[in-house]
């Protein structure tokens, strides 16, 4: 595996990201807004369900009982495809995935493709990497038109340019289209409508052009080899029926083992993503049928990381993410430093725990993610298949903690200690200490209440940066095991009264 993201630069700590972001007050208002909204809209689409909480549990049974046995079905996955007239290919990375589709590419011998939204060939940089081979890839997602028109990054999973207003989207499109294409027609307002229409005009010439079409999927079907896409705007519909090839680039955990599991993944991804009863358009391709759709399908399974998240008892159950962006949408973290601030093409509350397991947690900004949250658990209350956040964000936090990557010694693993947190690592070791010697702890209890009028609003050295936001707790005049023996008579250790023999 590469280690990282082609085409994505190099990032700042979460921390540093972040600051800058939460300083944008036009960037927290386009936020505010938008979050907002949508959450109000998805809150209202899931209390019409009756039988969400059990739509979400086999959400979860579903998605587990396939990562415990992926091996089988993506073999099984394989077999199908090949039967309906497609070809799989493997790719262990970022590079190898690259080097497939650009290959594929250039066997047809087209110079672009069109391309429907798809968070993979993102987090693998495949437009950069097309474009140094000499080829265009054209966005045709409303959302991600308009962040590769601004010479952008994405900041949401679903809407990408969650971070543009409408005046910034009106002058992008006025300045830029026209070095892409259609310019946008004279005199363009801000209103929606507009908007939506200079971008339709602009897209169907390239619709209609393109012999090569680039997807994801947000789920593949094992038992018939069928790969699903679903989206809003009918692009999705157009990339994949229009072009005479067909390349689908798609991490290994979106499969599902039948059409009847699909069946609980299309009642809740729409009303978690985007507030729907039903998405507007949802397409299904089994592999190629004679003058219907492309002639030549490619389906490219990415690794990337994916195969070392699963051996992580605890991380696995990021894998089980839908790509529905209500933990994005409810994360008081998310709604006042943005996207841009987790370094990824997986922000929020998912990126924070998926980015650090894909690319591992040596770099800067993948050490910080894992801190990059409140744990005040929205995420996990809105999450359709129940993956806990919180509990991942721990889980990653211990391993920052604890070491850095993993090296191999011979035959012996080492796990290196983690640079930046040796303070921390003592305290914890002193905390131990003095937790498994009552007569010390007892010591420093009153030792601490004695002098309780020194306590300092803020901790030197390395303890100022977590006191820079917070209060020191203000001290007790006595210590807990002091006031029980003064009220009760008797040893805290017991927790009844040893003079008169009683539990109260």
């Known amino acids: 595996m590469s280690g990282t993201f082609v085409g994505m630069p190099a990032f700042p700590a979460f921390p540093e990201a972040a600051r800058e972001a939460v300083g944008n007050q036009t960037l927290r208002g386009n936020l505010r807004h938008a979050t907002h909204t949508i959450r109000a809209k998805r809150a209202k689409a ?23 046995h992926l091996d089988r079905y993506l073999v099984r996955l394989e077999e199908t495809v090949t039967a309906a007239g497609g070809v799989v290919h493997w790719a262990a990375d970022a590079d190898e995935a690259n080097r497939i589709v650009t290959e594929l590419v250039r066997a047809t011998g087209e110079s672009e493709v069109v391309k429907v939204k798809s968070m993979a060939t993102q987090e693998i940089g495949l437009n950069e990497a097309l474009e140094a081979a000499g080829i265009r890839a054209y966005e045709t997602d409303l959302a991600e038109l308009i962040v590769q028109l601004g010479k952008d990054r ?37 209103t929606p409508a507009e908007l939506a229409e200079a971008a339709r005009l602009h897209l169907r010439e390239k619709f209609l052009r393109a012999k090569v079409g680039v997807s994801g999927a947000n789920f593949m079907v094992a038992e018939t080899g069928t790969l699903v896409v679903v989206e809003s705007e009918g692009n999705g519909r157009m990339c ?19 059409w009847g599991d699909l069946e609980v993944f299309l009642q809740t991804l729409p009303r978690s993503s985007t507030a ?24 490219v399974l990415l690794d990337n990381g994916r195969t070392d998240t699963l051996a992580d008892e605890v991380g696995r159950q990021a894998l089980r993410c839908i790509r529905c ?8 973290v998310y709604e006042r430093a943005g996207g841009h601030a987790y370094g990824s093409v997986y922000p929020g509350p998912i990126g924070a725990i998926l980015s650090p397991q894909l690319r591992g947690t040596a770099s800067e900004i993948d050490a910080s993610l894992p801190y990059a949250s409140s744990l005040c658990g929205a995420c996990y209350e809105v999450c359709p298949v129940a993956i806990d956040i919180p509990e991942v964000l721990v889980h990653l936090r211990e391993r920052v903690v604890q070491g850095g990557p993993a090296t191999r010694e011979g035959n012996k693993v080492v796990l290196r200690p983690a640079k930046g947190h040796a303070a921390e690592r003592a305290a914890m070791r002193a905390a131990r200490w003095t937790f498994t010697h009552p007569g010390a702890l007892r010591a420093g209890q009153r030792l601490a209440a004695r002098g309780r009028r020194f306590r300092p609003r ?36 017991t927790g009844g009264n040893s003079a008169r023999g009683d539990v109260k």
């Open 46 to 68: 899931v209390a019409e369900v009756s039988d969400w909480d059990a739509l979400r549990e086999a959400g979860k049974q579903i998605k587990d009982h396939t990562l415990r």
């Open 154 to 190: 994405p900041s949401h999973i679903l809407v990408p340019a969650i971070h543009r207003n409408r005046g910034e989207i009106r002058d992008i499109f006025a300045r830029e289209m026209g070095e892409w294409g259609r310019p946008a027609p004279e005199g363009l307002t801000d």
């Open 240 to 258: 994949l029926t229009l072009p005479e090839t067909l390349i689908s680039v798609v991490g290994i955990e979106k499969i599902v083992p039948t």
């Open 276 to 299: 729907e009863r039903m998405n507007p358009y949802t397409s299904t391709w089994t592999g190629t049928t004679d003058g219907d759709g492309p002639s030549t399908f490619h389906l």
């Open 325 to 332: 962006s209500a933990c994005l949408n409810v994360c008081p």
């Open 458 to 493: 803020t901790l030197p050295g390395p303890g100022a940066a977590w006191t820079a936001t917070r209060d020191l707790p203000v001290l007790p005049a006595e210590p807990f095991r002091d006031w029980w023996q003064r009220t009760h008579g008797g040893d805290s250790r």
